[in-house]
């Protein structure tokens, strides 16, 4: 197609290449004759088709007025259920990744390379726990020597576990292990660009031109000796470490981390090298789901089917580390994404394993069930960017005698079942009062749930009981009880859980004129029988599908909800309501809390979550909430932690480290905290937190605000007090509450 009018939202864009391909109305346009574009401070790419007379691409906005286009292609193999996408075989030694073989598990060692006994140790133990593939620092001459004793030492001992060289500014040092080691990781941010100091971000058309022909200069020898010795690679993006020139077209955007590796991918091409996989990793669930989307859909563009490395980087430690990653990972396996996947915990590198193997088990399920619905048209949900959409939140109706509106919170709502005998205690619906008050949290903030589910009420003369009920209702907690509680037992100004059946009989209209209604709906359900939600002014509904029905998918149940309401103009509030059974472990219940809800809520689709668990304490099933909530970018209730799993580069204990500053910062809600092992992703990855703790040298720590170091050099005994005095100084520190 010929090059058409830009449009007016591309007015002023300055191109590096002649002949922009856009057309008037961005119909449909050759891939092929797009060009790479600048948009002020706004970078925008449209990936050049390198296989002429292929695929015809449709491009949209992200979003409405937004300058960013991307391809409408397909991002994964359907929209309605779970199908696993196809790709080729990519061997890592004697272990076959792709979509004919078996999700496969990877970790990597904590321990300095150097120290072949300990690394080789540390191996056998990754080994012995199932994983598939280690992955190996490797960051100098020293560490390569290393490697080959690690790897004949490992062969000795009967153990053919292939092994990854992780390779960072250092092409030399990558020539030299691919010589013994199965695969080699490089960073297309590092390998050949400068080290990224977020100095530099404009290039001439011709500066970034010839680093291009410098990457391709110094790239190429080591895809002809990965040719040669039968090696495979990983191109892996990270969020936090892309170079400045591509930083200077693309910004710290998914884009640019799908740009960053498609420069490495074109070469391994022209160079007829196919043994390579891609990752897209960021320590943002959100952002990481963005970039792998995008990176499908290109490829989808170009016919290209290399596989998928999965992996949320920097995860953190325990729970939350567990849930940012089945957000991220759980989120693209349901969408049928993914060959071998990475839990990045700041923990010892066995313990990752037992997360991915639940991980792994449950995508593949899904794609083994082709779990999803019948068939609908998706037209509202976006899938490269974050756009919410917000239910609409309750209003106060004229001669109501309670104040509704806090029942939902503007940035997702945490929902409870609560028995009679919990009840009893209605301290478990607050989590330090105090320390709230303290921290001048607005009124409606104090109650840590947000509403509450009581599938029995007290009898009416259970007068503690319902004084209780009342207390929370006039805080402006709601209160859910089933329709046929309400009707035998009423409590007053509670809102009253309804069925589709209960709707189309009319049940509903026993209760009082004005009662508020909330609606459970599977999403399964015709469209017809859908229609009676037109007629009913519900305050939110509950999608609730049970768990045991296999060979229906939750999320695409969901989805197909969605469109609905979005087509029908119904913004009522959605909670996603998860039963989990009797003796769930805990792991597999954040997992599958990340996995179900994560997967709507990153695409902004939700207002909350209800997760019940006969067997599970309070605490904990509100905090899974809560870190759902957080980790889906929607409410911050406690401090948000980035931080890196430890490699062999890591200049001091990242594990104790993490625990001190955790125990002296974890009341500050709001603040992002970077705990960073060295300064491979370090500075880039502040991109994500408000306050970096960064290992510049041994027993060294280096301390930034953003992306800016404002402190080097800083003695290890010294570096947390630092640190709280630097957010002291930026004003976001309080102290923590005193404990009554």
């Given at each position: 197609m010929?090059?058409?009018?830009?449009?007016?939202?591309?007015?002023?864009?300055?191109?590096?290449?002649?002949?922009l391909?856009?057309?008037k109305?961005?119909?449909?346009?050759?891939?092929?004759d797009?060009?790479?574009?600048k948009?002020?401070?706004?970078?925008?790419?449209?990936i050049?088709n390198?296989?002429?007379?292929?695929?015809?691409?449709?491009?949209?906005?992200?979003?409405?007025?937004?300058?960013?286009?991307v391809?409408r292609?397909?991002?994964?193999?359907?929209?309605h259920k779970t199908?696993?996408?196809?790709?080729?075989?990519?061997?890592?030694?004697?272990?076959?990744?792709?979509?004919?073989?078996?999700?496969?598990?990877?970790?990597?060692?904590?321990?300095d390379?150097?120290?072949?006994a300990?690394?080789?140790e540390?191996?056998?133990?990754?080994?012995?726990?199932?994983?598939?593939i280690?992955?190996?620092?490797?960051?100098?001459?020293?560490?390569?020597?290393?490697?080959?004793?690690?790897?004949?030492?490992?062969?000795?001992?009967?153990y053919?576990?292939?092994?990854?060289?992780?390779?960072?500014?250092?092409?030399?040092?990558a020539?030299?292990?691919?010589?013994c080691?199965?695969?080699?990781?490089?960073?297309?941010?590092?390998?050949?660009d400068?080290?990224?100091?977020?100095?530099?971000?404009?290039?001439?058309?011709?500066?970034?031109?010839?680093?291009?022909?410098?990457?391709?200069?110094?790239?190429?020898?080591?895809?002809?000796?990965?040719?040669?010795?039968?090696?495979?690679?990983?191109?892996g993006?990270?969020?936090?470490?892309?170079?400045?020139?591509i930083?200077s077209?693309?910004?710290?955007?998914?884009?640019?981390m799908?740009?960053?590796?498609?420069?490495?991918?074109?070469?391994?091409?022209?160079?007829?090298?196919?043994?390579?996989?891609?990752?897209?990793?960021a320590?943002?669930?959100?952002?990481?789901?963005?970039?792998?989307r995008?990176?499908?859909?290109?490829?989808?563009?170009?016919?290209?089917?290399?596989?998928?490395h999965?992996?949320?980087?920097?995860?953190g430690?325990?729970?939350?580390g567990?849930?940012?990653?089945?957000?991220?990972?759980?989120?693209?396996?349901?969408?049928?994404?993914g060959?071998?996947?990475?839990?990045s915990?700041?923990?010892?590198?066995?313990?990752?394993?037992?997360?991915?193997?639940?991980?792994?088990?449950?995508?593949?399920?899904?794609?083994?069930?082709?779990?999803?619905?019948?068939?609908?048209?998706?037209?509202?949900?976006?899938?490269?960017?974050?756009?919410?959409?917000?239910?609409?939140?309750?209003?106060?109706?004229?001669?109501?005698e309670?104040?509704?509106?806090g029942?939902?919170?503007?940035?997702?709502?945490?929902?409870?079942?609560?028995?009679?005998?919990?009840?009893?205690?209605?301290e478990?619906l607050?989590?330090?009062?105090?320390?709230?008050?303290?921290?001048?949290?607005?009124?409606?903030?104090?109650?840590t749930?947000?509403?509450?589910?009581?599938?029995?009420?007290?009898?009416?003369?259970?007068?503690?009981?319902?004084?209780?009920?009342?207390?929370?209702?006039?805080?402006?907690?709601?209160?859910?009880?089933p329709?046929?509680?309400?009707?035998?037992?009423?409590?007053?100004?509670?809102?009253?859980?309804?069925?589709?059946?209960?709707l189309?009989?009319?049940?509903?209209?026993?209760?009082?004129?004005?009662?508020?209604?909330?609606v459970?709906?599977?999403?399964?359900?015709?469209y017809e029988?859908l229609?009676?939600l037109?007629?009913?002014?519900?305050?939110?509904i509950?999608?609730?599908?049970?768990?045991?029905?296999?060979?229906?998918?939750?999320v695409?149940?969901?989805?197909r909800?969605?469109?609905?309401?979005?087509?029908?103009?119904?913004?009522?509030?959605v909670?996603?309501h998860i039963?989990?059974?009797?003796?769930?472990?805990r792991?597999d219940?954040?997992?599958?809390?990340?996995s179900?809800?994560?997967?709507?809520?990153?695409?902004?689709?939700?207002?909350?979550?209800?997760?019940?668990a006969?067997?599970?304490?309070?605490?904990?099933?509100r905090?899974?909430?809560?870190?759902?909530?957080?980790?889906?970018?929607?409410?911050?209730?406690?401090?948000e932690y980035?931080?890196c799993?430890?490699?062999?580069?890591?200049?001091?204990d990242?594990?104790?480290?993490?625990?001190?500053?955790?125990?002296?910062?974890?009341?500050l809600?709001?603040?992002?905290?970077?705990?960073?092992g060295?300064i491979?992703?370090?500075?880039?990855?502040?991109?994500?937190?408000?306050?970096?703790?960064?290992?510049?040298?041994p027993?060294?720590?280096?301390?930034?605000?953003?992306k800016?170091?404002?402190?080097r050099?800083i003695?290890?005994e010294?570096?947390?007090?630092?640190?709280?005095?630097?957010?002291?100084?930026h004003?976001?520190?309080?102290?923590?509450?005193?404990?009554?």
């Open positions: 010929a090059a058409g009018t830009v449009p007016a939202a591309f007015s002023g864009l300055k191109s590096r290449d002649s002949g391909g856009f057309a109305s961005l119909d449909f346009v050759k891939v092929s797009l060009k790479r574009v948009f002020a401070r706004t970078r925008v790419s449209v050049r390198s296989n002429p007379g292929s695929d015809i691409a449709e491009l949209q906005s992200t979003s409405e007025g937004s300058p960013l286009l391809p292609q397909k991002y994964c193999e359907s929209l199908v696993r996408r196809k790709t080729r075989t990519v061997m890592v030694g004697n272990v076959a990744l792709g979509s004919e073989h078996p999700i496969r598990i990877q970790t990597m060692t904590t321990s390379t150097k120290d072949v300990g690394t080789v540390e191996v056998m133990r990754i080994a012995d726990e199932g994983a598939d280690v992955r190996i620092t490797v960051q100098g001459k020293k560490e390569a020597d290393a490697c080959f004793e690690i790897k004949n030492t490992l062969v000795q001992k009967n053919n576990i292939p092994l990854v060289a992780d390779i960072h500014f250092a092409p030399s040092i020539l030299r292990v691919a010589e080691f199965d695969k080699i990781r490089v960073n297309p941010g590092n390998f050949a400068r080290r990224a100091q977020f100095e530099k971000l404009e290039y001439t058309d011709e500066d970034y031109q010839k680093e291009l022909e410098h990457i391709e200069q110094v790239f190429t020898p080591l895809v002809e000796k990965c040719k040669k010795y039968g090696r495979a690679m990983r191109i993006t990270n969020h936090g470490s892309l170079s400045d020139r930083m077209y693309y910004g710290d955007s998914p884009r640019g799908v740009e960053s590796s498609f420069e490495f991918a074109r070469i391994c091409r022209k160079l007829d090298f196919h043994n390579f996989v891609f990752s897209m990793k320590s943002n669930p959100v952002v990481m789901v963005q970039a792998y995008l990176l499908v859909a290109e490829m989808y563009v170009q016919g290209w089917d290399y596989p998928l999965l992996g949320v980087t920097e995860a430690e325990g729970e939350d567990r849930m940012k990653s089945a957000i991220g990972i759980g989120t693209l396996l349901q969408d049928g994404l060959d071998t996947i990475r839990v915990l700041t923990e010892p590198p066995e313990e990752e394993i037992d997360p991915c193997r639940r991980l792994a088990i449950l995508g593949t399920k899904a794609a083994d069930l082709q779990q999803g619905v019948a068939p609908f048209e998706e037209k509202h949900r976006h899938y490269f960017d974050f756009q919410r959409r917000s239910g609409q939140l309750p209003i106060q109706k004229e001669g109501e309670v104040d509704y509106r029942v939902l919170h503007r940035d997702g709502s945490v929902l409870m079942s609560v028995s009679l005998d919990q009840l009893k205690t209605p478990l607050y989590k330090s009062l105090a320390a709230k008050l303290a921290i001048g949290m607005p009124f409606k903030d104090l109650a749930v947000d509403s509450i589910l009581l599938r029995e009420l007290p009898p009416a003369d259970d007068h503690d009981a319902r004084l209780a009920l009342k207390r929370l209702i006039d805080i402006s907690m709601g209160v859910i009880t329709l046929s509680e309400q009707l035998t037992k009423p409590l007053p100004n509670a809102l009253v859980l309804v069925n589709l059946k209960e189309s009989t009319g049940a509903y209209k026993l209760l009082p004129e004005g009662t508020r209604l909330v459970s709906l599977r999403g399964d359900e015709s029988e229609e009676i037109k007629g009913i002014d519900a305050t939110m509950l999608h609730d599908l049970p768990l045991s029905e296999d060979k229906t998918s939750r695409h149940a969901a989805r909800l969605f469109e609905y309401l979005s087509d029908n103009a119904l913004n009522f509030p909670i996603h039963s989990f059974p009797s003796g769930i472990d792991d219940l954040v997992i599958g809390a990340g179900n809800a994560g997967a709507l809520l990153v695409d902004g689709l939700g207002d909350g979550v209800l997760l019940e006969p067997d599970k304490d309070f605490d904990f099933l905090n899974t909430s809560f870190n759902l909530l957080q980790g889906c970018r929607m409410r911050n209730t406690k401090t980035v931080s799993p430890s490699c062999g580069r890591t200049l001091f990242l594990q104790e480290i993490s625990a001190q500053i955790r125990e002296k910062t974890s009341h809600p709001g603040v992002a905290i970077a705990i960073m060295c491979v992703n370090g500075p880039g990855e502040m991109a994500d937190a408000d306050f970096g703790y960064v290992g510049g040298a027993g060294k720590i280096d301390l930034y605000v953003g800016t170091v404002v402190k050099g003695e290890m010294h570096a947390t007090d630092a640190l709280i005095q630097l957010i002291k100084d004003g976001r520190w309080v102290d923590p509450p005193t404990e009554e």
